[in-house]
T-cell receptor, first 110, second 115 residues
Framework: QKEVEQNSGPLSVPEGAIASLNCTYS??????FFWYRQYSGKSPELIMS????GDKEDGRFTAQLNKASQYVSLLIRDSQPSDSATYLC??????????FGKGTRLHILP | GAGVSQSPRYKVAKRGQDVALRCDPI?????LFWYQQALGQGPEFLTY????????KSGLPSDRFFAERPEGSVSTLKIQRTQQEDSAVYLC?????????????FGPGTRLTVL
């Protein structure tokens, strides 16, 4: 079992709708979680970090963390075609190492 | 500089050739990380520096891989006797503080193709 698991997708969402991206992690000692966006052929770009249980909102993005369920999610409201990318979930594990999931490909349908 | 820079952006090597990949982190960033990203995968950790000290090299796949950061700023990842399985994008990231907890900022990557 990989430490960070994501559905590879593609996830197709109509423009203007809410895109929901999910991630689970196996190391209960993980304390910090990150969402990166990666356009094809480009490097990952940090869009959200979350450290405590609950929701964290930044513009159209909301990150959610549930440590009891070892679950992290990212919601994108009012999805735009420019949101089409691969979204990488990452966690900082007990060895102080950031572990990435494989990423979920998101496709916003115009 | 404004962001993390890497050079070269693309490198084609013949099998058995040695290569050196350079990373210039954001000025003042203490921590520097190297990752390997294969097609369709997330970045895989290779090694981590805090200033000039290499604190973790557990992700380096073999002793053909070597990284250094002698003055605590620029870093070089060297791959000796390249193999086809070394073909990947090599990403460098830096973060302001020590430890892995801080947000990391990535460079554009070096795409290595070994023929």
């Amino acid at each position: 079992q990989k430490e960070v698991e994501q559905n590879s997708g593609p996830l197709s969402v109509p423009e203007g709708a809410i895109a929901s991206l999910n991630c689970t992690y196996s190391d209960r000692g993980s304390q910090s979680f990150f969402w990166y966006r990666q356009y094809s052929g480009k490097s990952p770009e940090l869009i959200m970090s979350i450290y405590s249980n609950g929701d964290k909102e930044d513009g159209r993005f909301t990150a959610q963390l549930n440590k009891a369920s070892q679950y992290v999610s990212l919601l994108i409201r009012d999805s735009q075609p420019s949101d089409s990318a691969t979204y990488l979930c990452a966690s900082l594990n007990r060895d102080d190492k950031i572990i990435f999931g494989k990423g979920t490909r998101l496709h916003i349908l115009p | 500089g404004a962001g993390v820079s890497q050079s070269p952006r693309y490198k084609v090597a013949k099998r058995g050739q040695d290569v050196a990949l350079r990373c210039d982190p954001i000025s003042g960033h203490v921590s520097l990380f190297w990752y390997q990203q294969a097609l369709g995968q997330g970045p895989e950790f290779l090694t981590y520096f805090q200033n000039e000290a290499q604190l973790d090299k557990s992700g380096l796949p073999s002793d053909r891989f070597f990284a250094e950061r002698p003055e605590g700023s620029v870093s070089t990842l060297k791959i000796q006797r390249t193999q086809q399985e070394d073909s990947a994008v090599y990403l460098c990231a830096s973060s302001l503080g020590g430890g892995g907890a801080r947000e990391q900022f990535f460079g554009p990557g070096t795409r290595l193709t070994v023929l």
